[in-house]
C-alpha cells in the first residue's frame, strides 16, 4: 500500500494530528489547497450491529495556525476534564489489576462463568483500572478450551453494561484473594440475575396443562 493511500482524511484536510482522549478523538488536519488550510474537530467512530458510524463535530477551521492550534488544545483540554469528570463518580477504588494478580492465560481452559480481567495495555490509559478491566465472561467462541474463535462476551462488573473483547485482550482469570469485594458483590448479582431471567424463559416455554 502507498503511502498516499495510507493518508487520513476529513474532507480534503489530511490529519497530521490525533489524540484520543475519553470518548472523542481530537484531530488536527492540514488542506493547503483551501483558503483555510487548517481543520480541528473531534471525532467519534462507534461500531453499530455490522458496520461503524463515524463523524465529526466542533470542525473548526481557519487560515491562522495559531489559532487552530489553540482550539485544538482547548479540545484537548475539555477532554480532560470530562474524563476527570467520569473519574469522580467512580465509586470504587481504580486500581490496576496486574499480571501477578491473575492466574496465567490457558487457552485450555474454558472461561464460560469465570471472572477475567482485561490487559491494561488494550485499554486507553485513562481507563487501565478494575472498574473498566474486570469482566464476567459470559460466552462467545473464543470461551471455550482449545478454540479457534476468539470472540468472549463478558459483562463489565462495575457498568454492569455487555462487551465484547478477543480472547488475545484477556489477562487471565483474577485470583479470588485479588478480587475486591464489590466485585464479588456484583459478580453475584449479575449470576443471580441471569438464572432468574432463565427461570422465566422456562416458564414460559412450558406448555399449559
Same mark, same amino acid.
Given at each position: 500500500?502507498?503511502?498516499?493511500?495510507? !493518508?487520513?482524511?476529513?474532507?480534503?484536510?489530511?490529519? %497530521? /494530528?490525533?489524540?484520543? @482522549?475519553?470518548?472523542?478523538?481530537?484531530?488536527?488536519?492540514?488542506?493547503?489547497?483551501?483558503? !483555510?488550510?487548517?481543520?480541528?474537530?473531534?471525532?467519534?467512530?462507534? +461500531?453499530?450491529? @455490522?458496520? +461503524? $458510524?463515524?463523524?465529526?463535530?466542533?470542525?473548526?477551521?481557519?487560515?491562522?495556525?495559531?489559532?487552530?492550534?489553540?482550539?485544538? #488544545?482547548?479540545?484537548? /483540554?475539555?477532554?480532560? &476534564?470530562?474524563?476527570?469528570?467520569?473519574?469522580?463518580?467512580? #465509586?470504587?477504588?481504580?486500581?490496576?489489576? %496486574?499480571?501477578?494478580?491473575?492466574?496465567?492465560?490457558?487457552?485450555?481452559?474454558?472461561?464460560?462463568? !469465570?471472572?477475567? #480481567?482485561?490487559?491494561?495495555?488494550?485499554?486507553?490509559?485513562?481507563?487501565?483500572?478494575?472498574?473498566? &478491566?474486570?469482566?464476567?465472561?459470559?460466552?462467545?467462541?473464543?470461551?471455550?478450551?482449545?478454540?479457534?474463535? %476468539?470472540?468472549? +462476551?463478558?459483562?463489565?462488573?462495575?457498568?454492569?453494561?455487555?462487551?465484547?473483547?478477543?480472547?488475545?485482550?484477556?489477562?487471565?482469570? @483474577?485470583?479470588?484473594?485479588?478480587?475486591?469485594?464489590?466485585? !464479588?458483590?456484583?459478580?453475584? #448479582?449479575? $449470576?443471580?440475575?441471569?438464572?432468574?431471567?432463565?427461570?422465566?424463559?422456562?416458564?414460559?416455554?412450558?406448555?399449559?396443562?
Amino acid at each position: 500500500m502507498s503511502a498516499e493511500a495510507e !493518508k487520513r482524511m476529513a474532507g480534503n484536510y489530511e490529519i %497530521t /494530528q490525533a489524540l484520543r @482522549i475519553g470518548d472523542r478523538e481530537v484531530v488536527f488536519g492540514i488542506d493547503p489547497a483551501s483558503d !483555510k488550510p487548517y481543520f480541528c474537530a473531534l471525532y467519534q467512530k462507534i +461500531f453499530e450491529i @455490522i458496520q +461503524f $458510524r463515524e463523524w465529526y463535530e466542533k470542525c473548526f477551521a481557519s487560515d491562522n495556525f495559531v489559532e487552530v492550534a489553540e482550539q485544538f #488544545a482547548a479540545y484537548v /483540554q475539555e477532554q480532560c &476534564q470530562k474524563v476527570r469528570e467520569e473519574w469522580a463518580k467512580v #465509586a470504587v477504588p481504580r486500581i490496576r489489576i %496486574t499480571e501477578e494478580m491473575c492466574f496465567s492465560q490457558d487457552y485450555g481452559q474454558d472461561l464460560t462463568g !469465570k471472572i477475567v #480481567a482485561i490487559k491494561p495495555d488494550v485499554l486507553r490509559p485513562e481507563y487501565r483500572s478494575a472498574d473498566h &478491566q474486570l469482566v464476567l465472561v459470559d460466552g462467545g467462541s473464543g470461551t471455550v478450551a482449545n478454540s479457534y474463535g %476468539t470472540t468472549c +462476551f463478558c459483562v463489565n462488573l462495575y457498568t454492569g453494561e455487555s462487551v465484547r473483547w478477543g480472547r488475545y485482550d484477556v489477562l487471565g482469570e @483474577i485470583k479470588p484473594d485479588c478480587l475486591p469485594d464489590w466485585a !464479588k458483590e456484583r459478580a453475584e #448479582a449479575i $449470576r443471580q440475575k441471569a438464572e432468574k431471567e432463565k427461570a422465566q424463559n422456562r416458564s414460559r416455554s412450558e406448555p399449559e396443562r
